[in-house]
Nanobody
């Protein structure tokens, strides 16, 4: 079992930055692929970023590539999402998720591959 708790959301002006954190319980955090997803009102949940198991391999949705960075600190069981140059269309509830199975490429972007989810944190970007 893995419990995930997100933090760091808030209200920011367009062009600003936020860093989301996701703290995970459990001693096997390093064995989970970690992902960030988001869901805006009236829209489906969409993939944002993923870090499978390697500290260096990352995947991003095209809409956030070059602006967002996912990273993980296995020693502290935490995954981060640094969000820069935020746009109003980034407004959503952001969720972190853990995948007990290996994933790569497109497979890391499928929300139904993830086994555990946090409660979400609201990010609102004003224009």
């Amino acid at each position: 079992q893995v419990q995930l708790v997100e933090s760091g959301g808030g209200l920011v002006q367009a062009g600003g930055s936020l860093r989301l954190s996701c703290a995970a319980s459990g001693r096997t955090f390093s064995m989970y692929a970690m992902g960030w997803f988001r869901q805006a009102p009236g829209k489906e949940r969409e993939f944002v970023a993923a870090n499978p198991l390697s500290l260096t391999t990352t995947y991003y949705a095209d809409s956030v590539k070059g602006r967002f960075t996912i990273s993980r600190d296995n020693a502290n069981n935490t995954v981060y999402l640094q969000m820069n140059s935020l746009k109003p269309e980034d407004t959503a509830v952001y969720y972190c998720a853990a995948n007990a199975d290996y994933c790569s490429g497109y497979g890391c972007s499928l929300w139904d591959k993830y086994d555990y989810w946090g409660q979400g944190t609201q990010v609102t970007v004003s224009s």
